[in-house]
């Protein structure tokens, strides 16, 4: 790590949480591990996943399976987003299940020769994304698979709004899932529609399995009992008193009031830490220090209470200063904050509170 800014994924937490929902849920899970496990690093996460029983996962498309493939992961995968006609061969290939998006696809797909493909039928039921939503059309689509030898062995879909406490809408579209797939009279080996905070909020026996997201690393909109597996650090590289009247960073947003001591920290928005932060307090030895001036690509400065050394590590969010807070600050949500952390900030792994791994993805990548 040769610039002091690091996201710390804490694998115990992680597995806390997971063994958690295992037990809430009463169900089996597909860990949903997409977007390189919301920014986390995918292969540590399987990891944790197995050794807590779990041999499902989910990405959103074809590269992320084969990425997976390719690291050696030999479980089960399936992809929920789409996937082009052209390269449904790669999934038969490589043993990949893939959705069914819509009835179109699925009559491209059986133009060409997809015996052996293993497909989940995505049932459409409000979120009007993909997935097939007529009655007539989730009928028609299952025999197609059967007569073209494709092993429809799954059929799930996705609730819009799981994270509403009411979960008004969330019943809506689970009864319609429930009215569907029991109108296509078939014995699917998975059938899933709980998301993250459905597992923890939606009490149902229709399903077998649930997927597995956001709340693994801690984040729930219905159980707040879950550990916070994601932080992000940096550290002061440079600090200075600076006079009444002076400006920091770019157009001069930022005139101090009297003399002020700001620090430099070497992450920016390049990182993930977008501009939009600025005003924010971040976590330092017992304070909450502003965030100063405009955030600049690569530096950001904050006003402290004391001359620290150099060095002196400094939470952008963690164990004081929650990623559900910086969200609600930014107007968004966790799932952006997280995947938002570009690829140039080091991953460092603790298990059993000591780094068992401290990675880099773009400098391995340039030693190779």
Same mark, same amino acid.
């Given at each position: 790590?040769?610039?002091?800014?690091?996201?710390?994924?804490?694998?115990?937490?992680?597995?806390?949480?997971?063994?958690?929902?295992?037990?809430?849920?009463?169900?089996?899970?597909?860990?949903?591990?997409?977007?390189?496990?919301?920014?986390?690093?995918?292969?540590?996460?399987?990891?944790?996943?197995?050794?807590?029983?779990?041999?499902?996962?989910?990405?959103?498309?074809?590269?992320?399976?084969?990425?997976?493939?390719?690291?050696?992961?030999?479980?089960?995968?399936?992809?929920?987003?789409?996937?082009?006609?052209?390269?449904?061969?790669?999934?038969?290939?490589?043993?990949?299940?893939?959705?069914?998006?819509?009835?179109?696809?699925?009559?491209?797909?059986?133009?060409?020769?997809?015996?052996?493909?293993?497909?989940?039928?995505?049932?459409?039921? #409000?979120?009007?994304?993909? #997935?097939?939503?007529?009655?007539?059309?989730?009928?028609?689509?299952?025999?197609?698979?059967?007569?073209?030898?494709?092993?429809?062995?799954?059929?799930?879909?996705?609730?819009?709004?799981?994270?509403?406490?009411?979960?008004?809408?969330?019943?809506?579209?689970?009864?319609?899932?429930?009215?569907?797939?029991?109108?296509?009279?078939?014995?699917?080996?998975?059938?899933?529609?709980?998301?993250?905070?459905?597992?923890?909020?939606?009490?149902?026996?229709?399903?077998?399995?649930?997927?597995?997201?956001?709340?693994?690393?801690?984040?729930?909109?219905?159980?707040?009992?879950?550990?916070?597996?994601?932080?992000?650090?940096?550290?002061?590289?440079?600090?200075?008193?600076?006079?009444?009247?002076?400006?920091?960073?770019?157009?001069?947003?930022?005139?101090?009031?009297?003399?002020?001591?700001?620090?430099?920290?070497?992450? #920016?928005?390049?990182?993930?830490?977008?501009?939009?932060?600025?005003?924010?307090?971040?976590?330092?030895?017992?304070?909450?220090?502003?965030?100063?001036?405009?955030?600049?690509?690569?530096?950001?400065?904050?006003?402290?209470?004391?001359?620290?050394?150099?060095?002196?590590?400094?939470?952008?969010?963690?164990?004081?200063?929650?990623?559900?807070?910086?969200?609600?600050?930014?107007?968004?949500?966790?799932?952006?904050?997280?995947?938002?952390?570009?690829?140039?900030?080091?991953?460092?792994?603790?298990?059993?509170?000591?780094?068992?791994?401290?990675?880099?993805?773009?400098?391995?990548?340039?030693?190779?």
């Amino acid at each position: 790590m040769y610039r002091e800014s690091w996201v710390e994924i804490n694998l115990d937490a992680l597995k806390k949480n997971i063994e958690h929902i295992l037990n809430k849920s009463k169900k089996e899970l597909i860990c949903v591990i997409k977007a390189n496990g919301y920014g986390s690093g995918d292969q540590f996460i399987i990891q944790t996943a197995r050794e807590c029983g779990i041999h499902f996962f989910a990405v959103s498309s074809l590269d992320e399976a084969l990425v997976l493939r390719n690291e050696g992961c030999h479980e089960k995968i399936l992809i929920l987003g789409y996937v082009d006609p052209k390269d449904i061969d790669l999934c038969i290939e490589h043993n990949i299940s893939t959705t069914v998006v819509s009835l179109d696809w699925l009559k491209e797909i059986v133009k060409r020769e997809v015996s052996g493909l293993s497909v989940h039928l995505k049932i459409d039921t #409000g979120m009007n994304r993909i #997935g097939i939503k007529e009655e007539d059309e989730c009928i028609e689509a299952l025999n197609l698979c059967l007569e073209n030898e494709i092993n429809p062995e799954g059929v799930f879909t996705h609730f819009a709004c799981s994270d509403d406490k009411t979960q008004s809408m969330t019943m809506r579209q689970y009864n319609l899932f429930v009215e569907r797939v029991k109108t296509l009279q078939y014995d699917f080996e998975y059938i899933h529609c709980d998301n993250s905070d459905a597992l923890l909020s939606l009490d149902e026996d229709f399903t077998n399995y649930g997927r597995l997201g956001i709340s693994m690393y801690g984040i729930s909109a219905h159980d707040q009992t879950l550990h916070p597996v994601f932080s992000l650090f940096s550290t002061i590289s440079c600090i200075k008193e600076i006079d009444a009247d002076e400006t920091i960073s770019y157009g001069a947003t930022y005139t101090t009031t009297s003399k002020e001591i700001i620090a430099t920290l070497p992450i #920016g928005y390049a990182d993930g830490w977008l501009r939009k932060n600025q005003g924010r307090s971040l976590y330092i030895n017992g304070e909450l220090a502003p965030i100063v001036g405009r955030i600049c690509m690569d530096q950001c400065m904050i006003h402290t209470s004391q001359l620290y050394p150099v060095g002196t590590k400094v939470e952008l969010f963690g164990n004081h200063i929650s990623v559900q807070d910086v969200a609600k600050d930014l107007d968004t949500i966790p799932y952006e904050v997280l995947t938002n952390l570009s690829e140039r900030l080091t991953r460092v792994y603790v298990k059993n509170n000591k780094p068992i791994s401290i990675n880099n993805a773009r400098l391995e990548r340039s030693l190779k």
